[in-house]
């Protein structure tokens, strides 16, 4: 099946398991990173992964969009 990868690099190891899941309206991927900061930024891709955004959700977790073009499956998300 085909299918996209999206790998993130971290300055750091997260204290915990991120936490992945799908968004309709528009189709979108959103991953929790906890125990993580970040500045507000955002970046084009290309092909199915139209866009990425990350934010601070909240004071204890960064939160990171994947805009599709397409609907696609999550099938996982983990930390080396």
Known sequence: AEGATVRLALSEPLPGPPRAFALEGPMRWAIDLPGASSV?????????????????????????????????????????
């Open 40 to 80: 507000r930024r955002e970046v084009g891709g290309g092909g199915d992964l139209k866009s990425a955004r990350v934010a601070q959700f909240d004071g204890e977790t960064v939160r990171i969009v994947v805009e599709l073009a397409r609907p696609m499956q999550l099938v996982q998300a983990f930390q080396d």
